[in-house]
């Protein structure tokens, strides 16, 4: 490994964790989104920094050639991360729903109130 | 009758709802009936209050499932005991309204079945094939022969109107197939009646083969997931 793909790697990860950090700091990410990207982040960390810790991890679960356990775990997370969406698009569709039945009903009862209030008056 | 509402589902009907709400109150003049305008595009709302129904209008299209679910927390909220629902399309006749109510006596969900022996509506090849696959299914499940279970034209007892406001599935296919495995997994009981239905004023059945086959698949997997999901789903009185 070159020095310049040593330096390269290590920038790239803590790129992503001061972009991961910053959107939490301004509140622009919600901690339970985070915690994915953060982890990702960490992972590419200490991969850039001691490239040896990759090489004994990958012999840990068999893996021939290291680089093949970095695609893995990358598209493992990305995967995790799309299911993590995809659920939460469900509550927050059924939550919608909710929302829309309740303001049809409320709509309907506070009509009922002033054509009521309305007799009242006359 | 006036602990009973009538709760009408209607997406981009302005043509049918008013003659069909007018026809409700002809033929059971102490009815009540709440329009559900679910997000049309069109007039359906004013036509079915100029026709004397009250409406609500969600603010936007959540199918049958949701309009449905919204009659029911209404019928709920306001002390209603019963609900019947009706298509807005004018496929049933409100004169078989009675024979549903006096079914719910000993019932908590009796449907009106299409192939019960009157009328002469009839669904003909795969499509036919399809919906008796799901009838014996559904039938073992409620423990009760039903013929029609994707039938739309409904009565609600006071148990089932309590659990639909909560547990009224959404999507395709759920409003109907899946309403019912609730209902018996909750342990309601489930009658059919027979009663005549009317051809729609538009739109022909289908008897392509492929949609047949594809509406089947849906069906099996509604019917699965209902199966399948953790009974808690449908406790009553808990919100999630």
């Avoid at chain 1, 995967?79 to 309907?108: D, G, M, N, P």
């Avoid at chain 2, 069909?20 to 007039?43: C, M, Q, T, W, Y």
């Avoid at chain 2, 709920?76 to 609900?83: A, D, F, I, M």
Wanted: proline share 4%; glycine share 8%; aromatic share 8%.
């Amino acid at each position: 490994m070159t020095l310049s793909s040593y330096i390269f790697g290590v920038v790239s990860a803590v790129l992503v964790l001061i972009v991961v950090i910053e959107l939490l700091r301004r509140r622009h990410l919600r901690e339970r989104h985070a915690i994915w990207w953060f982890i990702a982040g960490l992972f590419a960390l200490v991969a850039g920094l001691f490239p040896t810790t990759l090489a004994w991890a990958a012999s840990l679960v068999g893996i021939e050639v290291p680089i093949n356990l970095i695609f893995f775990a990358s598209i493992a997370i990305l995967f995790l991360v799309c299911l993590q969406h995809s659920s939460e698009l469900t509550q927050l569709e059924a939550k919608t729903r909710t929302l829309a039945e309740r303001v049809a009903i409320l709509e309907l009862q506070v009509k009922g109130q002033d054509a009521r209030s309305g007799d009242d008056e006359r | 009758m006036t602990d009973t509402l009538i709760v009408m589902p209607a997406f981009n009907e302005e043509a049918s709802v008013g003659d069909v709400v007018r026809e409700v109150f002809e033929k059971l003049p102490n009815a009540h009936v709440l329009v559900v305008d679910d997000g049309s595009s069109d007039a359906t709302t004013q036509a079915a209050q100029d026709a004397g129904a009250k409406v609500a209008t969600l603010p936007f299209n959540l199918g049958v499932g949701g309009a449905m679910r919204t009659g029911f927390r209404y019928a709920l909220e306001c002390g209603y005991h019963n609900v019947i629902q009706i298509d807005a399309d004018g496929q049933h006749d409100p004169a078989s309204v009675p024979d549903l109510l006096r079914e719910l006596a000993s019932a908590d969900l009796v449907l009106g079945a299409r192939f019960a022996g009157h009328g002469d509506y009839e669904v003909r090849g795969p499509r036919r094939w399809a919906m008796r696959v799901l009838a014996g299914i559904l039938s073992r499940t409620s423990g009760t022969l039903l013929t029609d279970t994707t039938s739309g034209f409904r009565a609600s007892g006071p148990r089932a109107v309590a659990l639909f406001a909560e547990h009224y599935p959404a999507e395709y296919l759920g409003d109907t197939i899946e309403a019912l495995v609730i209902a018996s997994r909750s342990g309601l009981v489930v009658r059919q009646v027979p009663v005549v239905m009317r051809v729609r004023a538009g739109g022909v059945p289908s008897h392509n083969p492929f949609k047949s086959a594809a509406y089947l698949g849906r069906a099996s997997l509604a019917l699965l997931f209902a199966y399948i999901r953790p009974k808690s789903t449908y406790l009553v009185g808990k919100r999630a």
